[in-house]
């Protein structure tokens, strides 16, 4: 898994390098000291030599220095490429989350998504900036401390021989013991946020029914899970410390105890038995800085899989196979066409449709909830693929344009209507970045949204505040098609886009559409049977499956849902 994630660290190959070097040198010139410091009581103090101990201690407090100063540049280096390597993951995760089709978010929830991008980015980050200068450092104070350790007695070393799998054999267990329950741990930070951005969601819905005390509730008990598995998780962590106190202070006790006996009859002297102290103790801390990366790690591990998950999930709407055709006149067609969400889902979506659509025609859409209207306008502008059957657009398969291009042609108006944080020209711009002043005033126009931006102080500069909540529906909607029109599409799609206005600025919407874009081919999904009335032609849709296409005045005569709806909503208006 961690192989796959390389390629983020060649931008810092440089900072990997000198880091290594500075490491190494810090960890030369530390070793060292407690041999040299060994010299200090076996010559110096025993002799009396003050002059030696002072050059000695001059020598140490250089090696010092020169160890500090390569620290510092290994820390710096490695900073610079840990935080650097979290940054490029996350540049790639955003990034391939950008070219999602419709159906690979279906594949993962929001929040899962926002915790990926965040919560997991930062536990790696936190694992390897101050991780990577131990991975390298560690290892070498080991190596190196065994060796000088070795050298100076043989027979002292068989002690720490013993101690070092015993350590070992109990940070091996730890940290097995982490990896379920981080796994747990990430799984539950993915419920807490969708608890939570649901409630900051829907919040005005939750305030108008008084929903508080169960919403507290319900993030509550979320919250809760969270902590005792966090308390368990943490607990089993922090066992890293005493056990590791347990074995070094265990190692020194048998050190001292046959060390001192070494002393006593004359085969070892004190200066030597206190630099191997010193060794142990930098061997013994130099597992335990491996073993807490190794706990930092098997955190991080649950995160590079659950980050790997998207940067390797198989991108299903791509541009391969695509020319350079171009949409000249805006006609769209249907064959044969069935369609599901999934390709294990078991019945079809959609099924057996079949139409052509006119440049420039106006095309209703009507059908029960559940009928599929939705479904069948994603398939245009390929937000989904059908699953059998081939949808064409001037006669060329959908498949066959570039996406971005196929999408600023066909310009689709969905049922959730989204505005961004900014200034309604800044909105509108999302259409058509280069667009003029007039050319926004018209669409604004065309979509019967100047009349309430114009009562506004600051006008087309107008704030927006996050998701357009100080909008109406109406509002919203409105400004939603007039962004739009601003991409000057060959076709245009309304998918329940109107719902939220009165009927007499919903007609002269329509009205609009026809006088001043009348070359748009225009595909309207409504609920009133109003809103298409004026259409060329209706869709008729009944549970996935098209069960008539004809004009108003056609289906009013003889079809039994038509007419069904009709009567319903006329009898309502009465």
Partial sequence: MLKNFFIYTKNYKKEWIIGFICCFFEAVFEISIPSIMSKIIDVGIANKDTQYILKIGLLILLLSVLSFAFGRGCSNNFSVFGNGFAAEIREAEYKKIQSFSFSNMDHFTTPSLITRLTTDITIIQNAIVPGIRSIFRAPIMLLTGIVMATMMSKDLAVVFFVAVPVLGILLFIIVRSLAPVYHRMQRIYDVLNQVTQENLRAIRVVKAFAREDYESAKFESVNSQLRDISVKAYGISLLNAPVMQFVMY??????????????????????????????????????????????????????????????????????EGTSNHKI?????????????????????VLEDINFQIQPGETIGILGGTGSSKTSLVQLIPRLYDASKGTVSIDGVPVQSYPLSYLRDQVAVVLQQNMLFRGTISDNLRWGNQNASDDDIKKAADAACASEFIEQKKDKFDSYVDEGGNNFSGGQKQRLCIARALLKKPKILILDDSTSALDMNTEKELYRNLENDYPDITKIIIAQRITSVMHADRIIIMDDGRIDEIGTPRELLSHNKIFKEIYASQKKGEA
């Fill in 328 to 348: 000249q006149k805006g006609s769209v067609r249907m064959e044969d066409v069935s369609f599901k969400y999934r390709a294990d889902a078991k019945e079809y």
């Fill in 250 to 319: 265990g190692t020194i006790i048998g050190l001292v105890w046959f060390g001192g006996n070494l002393v006593i009859t004359g085969q070892l002297m004190v200066g030597q038995l206190t630099g191997f102290l010193s060794y142990v103790l930098q061997i013994l801390n130099s597992l335990m800085l491996i073993s807490g990366v190794f706990i930092n790690l098997t955190k991080a591990m649950e995160s590079f899989v659950r980050i790997g998950e998207i940067l390797h999930e198989d991108i299903e709407l791509t541009d």
